[in-house]
């Protein structure tokens, strides 16, 4: 399912970078600062379980700490801003 969902969001982002169809997923996500859509997914998910259905989401639902990764700081600027 995330590879189908990879692909559909993978032609927006093409379109939205004007970036050449060479150009690998994972890249066009970080540089236009979008995460993959099957954890978008996952997240909304959450919050309708959460919020609406009032069902708590289970602790086997939730990623294991060392996959989460961490935020960089220390960069100040976004390269695709200043070009």
Known sequence: MPRKLSTIQRSFLLNISDAYSATATV????????????LHLQQE???INI??????SSIEDLPHPDQIEAEVSGWGFHPPKHL
């Open 45 to 47: 998910r959450r919050f």
């Open 27 to 38: 890249a066009l996500q970080v540089i236009l600062g979008t995460a993959p859509l099957h």
């Open 51 to 56: 919020c609406r259905i009032d069902q708590p």
